[in-house]
């Protein structure tokens, strides 16, 4: 089992960063992928970015991409989602998750089992 918790999340202007950190607990945390998600009020939950167990391979949505990048730290049990050149359309709680699916997608949801309780980004114009 897997616990995760999100932190660093906060409020920022346009144009602005923030790093989330993804702390997890677990020993067998180096073999899952990791995902970021998000949801604004109103919306569904959407896929941000994942990064795979071995760490060489990212995925990120359109909407992030460039601006966005997901790492890990296996020996810290850590993974981060740096978010630079914000908008507010950013603006959402996200989520961390954990998966080892290797059938499902990593932008899918469902490919998921464990989720963090969420971290609150808002960005002002």
């Known amino acids: 089992q897997v616990q995760l918790v999100e932190s660093g999340g906060g409020l920022v202007q346009a144009g602005g960063s923030l790093r989330l950190p993804c702390a997890a607990s677990?020993?067998?945390?180096?073999?899952?992928?990791i995902g970021w998600f998000r949801q604004a009020p109103g919306k569904e939950r959407e896929f941000v970015a994942a990064i795979f167990w071995g760490g060489g391979a990212t995925s990120y949505a359109d909407s992030v991409k460039g601006r966005f990048t997901i790492s890990r730290d296996n020996a810290k049990n850590t993974v981060y989602l740096q978010m630079n050149s914000l908008t507010p359309e950013d603006t959402a709680v996200y989520f961390c998750?954990?998966?080892?699916?290797?059938?499902?997608?990593?932008?899918?949801?469902?490919?998921?089992?464990?989720w963090g309780q969420g971290a609150q980004v808002t960005v002002s114009s």
């Open positions: 677990g020993r067998t945390f180096s073999s899952y992928n």
């Open positions: 998750a954990a998966s080892r699916s290797y059938s499902i997608p990593v932008i899918t949801i469902t490919a998921y089992d464990y």
